[in-house]
């Protein structure tokens, strides 16, 4: 089955300045690959999503490429603020037949500082 | 639009002892999950369903996990008997199909079900 490895656990950056969260997936046959926040106490909340026949996508503050020959994609969200400070997973997904199935990352702790 | 909803928020049991847990997705959400979030790790997929038909349990550790889905809405999880690696939280989430009768890939997740087990 698909296996998803998340980096870095923690990170930590000052207000304004950009964050990178990296993963890779071992499954070549995924091709759907969203990014999570989680706030604490809360459920995973979709903040956005790349689908394998694109290399970038973006949303406002908040961007992911994939590089599908390497098998990493990755999180950038840029100008950061404290309301960013949370939890977030990747996660792959192959084709998706009758419904997706979600392979999680193990996350990685955000705090911005301000 | 309401969102999924989950009962208990908390529960605190002893190992041995058996709790269930209770779900209701979106209205018209088809496909209906139960994943495990340990304490600092990515939620895992318990069980998965169509309406009310099983895709995947391929995960569910069948000697003490049930879960039913009757008239492809609520959906019960229940533990019996529960261990002490069982303390985690238990996430439900939901997804539609479009119009094409496609699934979207979004899972819309409820704010979850804390298991302690002592």
């Known amino acids: 089955g698909e296996n998803v490895e998340q980096h870095p656990s923690t990170l930590s950056v000052q207000e304004g300045d950009s964050a990178v969260i990296k993963c890779t997936y071992s499954d070549s046959a995924s091709n759907y690959f969203p990014w999570y926040k989680q706030e604490l106490g809360k459920g995973p909340q979709l903040i956005i999503d790349?689908?394998?026949?694109?290399g970038e996508k973006k949303d406002q503050r908040i961007a992911v490429t994939l590089n599908k020959t390497a098998k990493h994609f990755s999180l950038h969200i840029t100008e950061t603020q404290p309301e960013d400070s949370a939890v977030y997973f990747c996660a792959a997904s192959p084709p998706s037949g009758s419904a997706r199935q979600l392979t999680f990352g193990s996350g990685t702790q955000l705090t911005v500082l301000p | 639009e309401a969102g999924v909803a989950q009962s208990p928020r908390y529960k605190i049991i002893e190992k041995r002892q058996s709790v269930a847990f209770w779900c209701n997705p979106i209205?018209?959400?088809?496909?209906l999950y139960w994943y495990q979030q340990i304490l600092g790790q990515g939620p895992k997929l318990l069980i998965q369903?169509?309406?009310?038909?099983?895709?995947?349990d391929s995960q569910l550790p069948k000697d003490r996990f049930s879960a039913e889905r009757l008239k492809g809405v609520d959906s019960t999880l229940k533990i019996q008997p529960a261990k002490l690696e069982d303390s985690a939280v238990y996430l439900c989430a939901s997804s539609f199909r479009d119009r094409w009768d496609r699934n979207t890939g979004e899972l819309f997740f409820g704010e979850g079900s804390r298991l302690t087990v002592l």
């Open positions: 369903f169509q309406n009310n038909g099983v895709v995947d």
């Open positions: 790349i689908r394998s026949n694109v």
């Open positions: 209205s018209g959400h088809a496909t």
